[in-house]
């Protein structure tokens, strides 16, 4: 986050929260320099205190970059851990299912829209001559979008597949259906 959107996130923040902040919603490896300038704080050596400690904690996962220097990447694992934890604690069995055929319907609308079986046979039907080049930037918008809802669906299958036996787990709770209850990712 630059300094013309450090305002809105980071107040209240201290740097090393801000550090984390930054660091654990990388989508690449990056530099110490590129977080310490995204958090907004002058110290170089905040910066790499607080990506070391967040090393040592499983958060990101240190790398060696292409010039040679660590860059610091992100966790996808724990990432998708907390994402089907989270859609766990905020929704039901039942929403969790109506958000699978939400999903699947938008899929399905695709493919009568495209006249096609999948994403791959949508993929197949870029070359085809007779496509202008606006049709062709359309499909590839949806061939996009469809990937993230199959992401999104994985997900919530997931979600589903664990939402009892993550239920159980919280201490003093019977009812694993209860969606009030917050597991901690």
């Given at each position: 986050m630059?300094?013309?959107g450090?305002?809105?996130?980071?107040e209240?923040?201290?740097?090393r929260?801000?550090v984390?902040?930054?660091?654990?919603?990388?989508?690449?490896?990056?530099?110490?320099?590129?977080?310490r300038?995204?958090?907004?704080?002058?110290?170089?050596?905040?910066?790499?205190d607080?990506?070391?400690?967040?090393?040592?904690?499983?958060?990101?996962?240190?790398?060696?970059?292409?010039?040679g220097n660590?860059?610091?990447?992100?966790?996808?694992?724990?990432?998708?851990?907390?994402?089907?934890?989270?859609?766990?604690?905020?929704?039901?069995?039942?929403?969790l299912?109506?958000?699978?055929?939400?999903v699947?319907?938008?899929?399905?609308?695709?493919?009568?829209?495209?006249?096609?079986?999948?994403?791959?046979d949508l993929?197949?039907?870029?070359?085809?001559?007779?496509?202008?080049?606006?049709?062709?930037?359309?499909?590839n918008?949806?061939l996009?979008?469809?990937?993230k809802r199959?992401d999104?669906?994985?997900l919530l299958?997931h979600?589903l597949?664990?939402?009892?036996d993550?239920?159980s787990?919280?201490?003093?709770?019977?009812?694993?259906?209860?969606?009030?209850?917050?597991?901690?990712p």
């Amino acid at each position: 986050m630059t300094e013309r959107g450090i305002d809105s996130w980071a107040e209240g923040l201290s740097a090393r929260e801000r550090v984390r902040e930054i660091a654990t919603t990388l989508t690449r490896p990056r530099s110490v320099e590129w977080v310490r300038t995204e958090a907004g704080i002058s110290s170089w050596q905040t910066a790499k205190d607080e990506l070391e400690m967040l090393v040592e904690f499983g958060q990101v996962h240190a790398v060696e970059g292409d010039d040679g220097n660590t860059k610091y990447a992100p966790n996808y694992q724990l990432r998708y851990v907390k994402e089907v934890t989270e859609m766990i604690n905020e929704s039901t069995r039942e929403e969790l299912r109506e958000q699978i055929a939400d999903v699947q319907a938008e899929i399905d609308e695709w493919k009568a829209e495209f006249g096609v079986e999948s994403r791959t046979d949508l993929e197949s039907t870029l070359a085809d001559e007779e496509l202008s080049s606006e049709a062709i930037r359309d499909r590839n918008a949806v061939l996009r979008r469809w990937e993230k809802r199959e992401d999104d669906k994985r997900l919530l299958k997931h979600a589903l597949e664990l939402y009892d036996d993550a239920r159980s787990l919280r201490p003093g709770r019977d009812d694993p259906s209860d969606s009030t209850l917050s597991l901690s990712p």
